[in-house]
């Protein structure tokens, strides 16, 4: 079973037709018998609501095709690098990539972002210049941007029979033979073909035998490689990152959609292809198993979908076999959790299922406080898969609820948005008291407000967020405090000198003693240290927290009677905020980012 599956990535720039190829070969391979457009919002993976209210994808949603004897589970991602988080997770749980280049645009920056994230996990990749039916293409030149833009060997393995609306199909270079129009029908090459084909079927052989040294050894000894081995030759090139393979398409008009599902089939490995998977055991060691049905469970939780109704969980299966309605343990929270139905996906389609096999990527709904990132595996043998990694919000809004109904609801609404997306973060701004939504992009976080109305009904506005200032010291300062407090019985005492300096490095405040001879006791000293961080919520100059400041007790007196923590706590917390006058000022810090051949024009 495991070594019949496939699970593969499409990625690429937004908008270079990855949804139209998917609802394409759902139509061609027989499982919808109606094909969706994005463009009229009936695209079976585009159904979220943002996702057809602007014709594109926001999120990675999953088609499984049975092909010739095989299960193709096609991720399909989206295309805007604010949603690069989408594409982590789908890049953490396949084996192999599909790269679309949009033929007219060529290599775009989002091609670059999602091929070095493919690169930097060493997945296997195909490169697709698809919609090679538009007016203005060039299929020289889109190969020309792949070439130049992206770093790898490409090899096409095909090569087109037209370009632009005369575009009617591809030469197949390992059968050498033509695959035309939406039937893939069967042909000869064309007499004016011939030779470039054949030019170009030995780039082919030569790139496989790069694969394997017993292949290069029969190549030279033959001078040819048959089709078995030039396929196995390119799975094995491909493994290594020794070579790429091209490949044309036009979706929307079915030319050449099923040669690309042939390639997925034989070129990308399967989950057992690839390579054990390594997990963290209970006593903390790492482990290594085999990706089968005998391995201990490991389930990846790879993504979190929140609806009204509740939570849905995809999960991607390393080992074992997991099981409907079964208990399993989750291994980050420590703790057992009930499976229910298990599901595949096909856009917003849920087909139950028995179990999940190895390699297998399926769902389940209300997997009980299980997130993103969490590891199901037996409670006998705990075991814990790598998270996926995320990049740091890069933008953000500050939000404000429209109505005190919206007010109650806003925690709960942002910790599910953020269940749901691990690329979007929220916090309140203890400086400027405002809510604030950070994410990867205006577009992101636009999407994220919308999604809070629509599925939590929380209505909210959005605004540029205050500056969040800090007040910091500029230069030494000393302060004396002297806190008397007599109501008629036991009073309060406490007089501190202080020294308050610059911190040269990141760190927020330290504080030390420089107390000799005993004038101020420990205890005392720990609750003037005290008083001096609860000084630094609210800074003297406007209320701003306080960075970068060292607080220095060096002298002070105590009373025998009347001193105690409460005297020192406020002699400290006072004595902090004096200084002289003129050292406190306001601070705004920013980092700036540039590359190394830009790097001295900031400077200018």
Avoid at 553 to 566: A, F, L, M, T
Wanted: charged residues 25%; glycine residues 10%; negative net charge.
């Amino acid at each position: 079973m495991t070594s019949q599956i496939r699970n593969v990535a499409l990625i690429s720039h937004n908008g270079a037709g990855k949804t139209t190829f998917v609802e394409r070969a759902l139509f061609n391979t027989g499982v919808t018998t109606r094909m969706g457009t994005v463009q009229n919002g009936t695209a079976v993976m585009d159904f979220e609501e943002e996702e057809i209210a602007r014709n594109s994808s926001v999120a990675t949603a999953i088609a499984p095709i049975e092909w010739r004897e095989c299960k193709l589970n096609i991720l399909d991602t989206p295309g805007f690098a604010d949603f690069i988080g989408e594409v982590n997770a789908a890049l953490r749980v396949v084996e192999g990539v599909m790269v679309f280049v949009e033929a007219v645009a060529g290599v775009e920056v989002g091609t670059e972002l999602v091929w070095q994230a493919a690169e930097a996990r060493n997945l296997p990749r195909v490169v697709v210049i698809n919609k090679m039916d538009r007016d203005n293409v060039r299929a020289q030149r889109a190969l020309n941007s792949v070439t130049e833009h992206l770093k790898g060997n490409f090899v096409p393995l095909q090569l087109p029979i037209g370009e632009g609306p005369t575009f009617k199909g591809v030469i197949d270079l390992l059968s050498m033979e033509c695959r035309l129009g939406d039937n893939d029908q069967r042909a000869p090459i064309p007499a004016d073909m011939v030779e470039a084909a054949e030019a170009a079927h030995m780039a082919v052989i030569e790139a496989a035998a790069e694969g394997d040294d017993a292949l290069m050894e029969k190549y030279f000894e033959e001078d040819t490689l048959p089709d078995e081995d030039i396929v196995r030759g390119l799975r094995l090139a491909m493994k290594q990152g020794l070579c790429i393979p091209v490949l044309y398409s036009a979706p929307q008009e079915g030319i050449a959609v099923v040669p690309v599902l042939n390639a997925m089939l034989r070129l990308l490995p399967a989950p057992d292809g690839m390579g054990s998977f390594m997990a963290v055991a209970a006593n903390g060691s790492t482990e290594e198993h085999p990706v089968n049905d005998t391995s201990p469970l490991a389930a990846l939780a790879f993504k979190t979908r929140e609806d009204p109704y509740g939570k849905m969980s995809y999960l991607r299966v390393y080992g074992g076999i997991l099981e409907s309605d079964s208990r399993v343990w989750d291994a980050n929270a420590d703790a057992e959790v009930r499976v229910g139905s298990l599901h595949l996906l096909r856009g917003k389609e849920q087909i139950a299922v028995p179990r999940l096999h190895a390699g297998d990527i399926g769902s389940v709904v209300k997997l009980g406080d299980t997130g993103t990132n969490d590891t199901l595996c037996d409670r006998g043998h705990k075991l814990q898969l790598d998270a996926i990694s995320q990049p740091h919000p890069i933008a953000q809004v500050a939000i404000h609820p429209v109505s005190q109904s919206d007010v109650a609801k806003l925690s709960q609404s942002l910790n599910r948005l953020v269940a749901e997306d691990p690329t979007l973060h929220w916090h309140t701004e203890l400086a400027t008291h405002e809510t604030i939504l950070a994410g990867m992009g205006h577009t992101h976080l636009e999407i994220a407000v919308k999604k809070a109305e629509h599925k939590f009904g929380v209505h909210m506005t959005t605004s540029v967020p205050l500056i969040p200032y800090r007040e910091t010291i500029t230069r030494s300062a000393q302060s004396e405090y002297t806190h008397k407090k007599q109501t008629g019985g036991a009073g309060q005492y406490a007089r501190v000198f202080l020294r308050v300096e610059s911190l040269d490095d990141d760190a927020d405040f330290e504080f030390s003693s420089e107390i000799f001879g005993g004038s101020v006791s420990g205890p005392f000293v720990a609750a003037t240290e005290k008083g001096c961080r609860q000084a630094l919520d609210a800074g003297p100059i406007a209320g701003y927290p306080v960075v970068g400041v060292k607080a220095v007790i060096y002298d002070g007196k105590e009373h025998p009677v009347d001193s105690k923590e409460i005297a020192f706590q406020t002699a400290g917390r006072e004595g902090f905020k004096k200084g002289d006058d003129g050292s406190w000022a306001s601070h705004v810090g920013a980092n700036l980012y540039c590359d190394g051949n830009s790097s001295g024009g900031p400077y200018g």
